[in-house]
């Protein structure tokens, strides 16, 4: 018998019958007549092809058979009121779970900051969380494993949607003896890529550092598998980097690293919410996205402050700043 002609309305009647004991008391509690409800059971027990009930003129029982069927009657009725609950529940907006990704050069930094904002604003909301590199993240999307992702632009939008959250600027991290790290605001055109320490290929981070650098990575010669052993690598003075804001902000140095903010203010990354554009839950993510731009941590510019970008220094200006700079960085010493 398929499972379609059963009617959840004759397993209410069956069990009122069997709570009430009597067809008229019932049919009263189930706000129908009695023929109604009876007719009703007569077409469950010829479904199932087997008497739920003993009739007769005194009483109206269950039958031994009839009492295993009413017992997985209440089941399947507690299980369909719990389906019920559940889609009332995964109506409201930013409930239920959110698996959400993000690259692995601000996941750690940024998820501490990101969990705590959104349990405090979202109850409901349960986030899972991991991280990998942009194409990692964007393949998962893709396939619907990830309900969206924290990614830097620029990213191949190709049937997904997008929001902008915040800027990170990058800061040059280079050991306390480089005399880089001797310049209150160093620029790119500073930069030497052959000294410059990157991650390894796949990190849109190494991407971006390159590009702003104008460097190409033949010319570097020592890389890294995560932030965290750049790091070190910048401590024990084997050249210098430009990192993400989240990832340097309250860092203890030891004294043995030096961070300093580069001139050109637009030297960072654009980090951006991204989902499937035909999520239904589209216009939630876009408010998220809003949510966690107002709620931007330390360290980042919000929409509203982003920065203007501005020309790349010549070499002859170059050498013009660096002696503003010697001036400077002599009267700050």
Same mark, same amino acid.
């Given at each position: 018998m398929p499972v379609g002609t059963l009617s959840l309305r004759d397993l209410e009647y069956a069990l009122a019958v069997a709570r009430q004991?009597?067809?008229?008391?019932?049919?009263?509690?189930? $706000?129908?007549? +009695?023929?109604? /409800?009876?007719? #009703?059971? $007569?077409? !469950?027990?010829? +479904?199932?092809? &087997?008497?739920i009930f003993e009739r007769s003129t005194r009483r109206v029982a269950a039958s031994v058979r009839g009492e295993?069927?009413? +017992?997985? =009657?209440?089941?399947?009725?507690?299980?369909? +009121?719990?389906?019920?609950?559940?889609?009332?529940? /995964?109506?409201? %907006? &930013?409930?239920?779970? !959110?698996? /959400?990704?993000?690259?692995?050069?601000?996941? %750690?930094?940024? @998820?501490? $900051?990101? !969990?705590?904002?959104t349990h405090k604003a979202y109850p409901s909301l349960a986030l899972r969380l991991t991280e990998g590199t942009t194409a990692e993240l964007i393949q998962s999307l893709r396939r619907g494993e990830l309900d969206c992702i924290l990614a830097a632009l620029p990213v191949n939008l190709s049937g997904l949607a997008m #929001?902008?959250? @915040? @800027?990170?600027?990058? @800061?040059?991290?280079?050991?306390? #003896? $480089?005399?880089? =790290?001797?310049?209150?605001a160093p620029t790119l055109a500073s930069i030497r890529t052959r000294e410059l320490l990157l991650l390894e290929?796949?990190?849109?981070?190494?991407?971006?550092?390159? #590009?702003?650098?104008r460097g190409n990575s033949s010319s570097v010669q020592r890389h890294a598998t995560g932030l965290e052993t750049l790091w070190h690598m910048i401590a024990a003075g084997e050249g210098y980097s430009l990192l993400p804001a989240l990832s340097v902000v309250k860092r203890a140095t030891l004294g043995m690293v030096a961070v300093r903010p580069l001139l050109e203010s637009d030297a960072g990354r654009m980090i951006t919410l991204i989902w499937r554009n035909r999520d239904p839950r589209s216009r939630e993510f876009a408010q998220y996205a809003r949510f966690l731009q107002s709620k931007a941590p330390a360290g980042v510019l919000a929409e509203a402050t982003l920065p203007t970008a501005r020309p790349r220094l010549t070499p002859k200006s170059e050498a013009l700043h660096a002696q503003r700079q010697k001036r400077k960085d002599s009267r700050v010493g």
């Open positions: 004991r009597h067809f008229g008391k019932a049919a009263d509690a189930c $706000h129908v007549s +009695q023929p109604t /409800l009876s007719g #009703q059971i $007569h077409k !469950l027990e010829e +479904q199932l092809g &087997m008497a295993t069927i009413l +017992q997985q =009657a209440e089941v399947v009725l507690a299980e369909a +009121q719990r389906l019920l609950d559940m889609a009332k529940h /995964l109506s409201v %907006p &930013m409930s239920g779970i !959110l698996r /959400l990704g993000a690259i692995a050069t601000l996941g %750690p930094y940024y @998820f501490p $900051h990101l !969990l705590h904002a #929001q902008t959250v @915040f @800027f990170e600027p990058f @800061f040059l991290v280079a050991p306390v #003896q $480089h005399p880089l =790290a001797h310049r209150v290929e796949g990190h849109c981070l190494r991407d971006q550092t390159l #590009q702003l650098c």
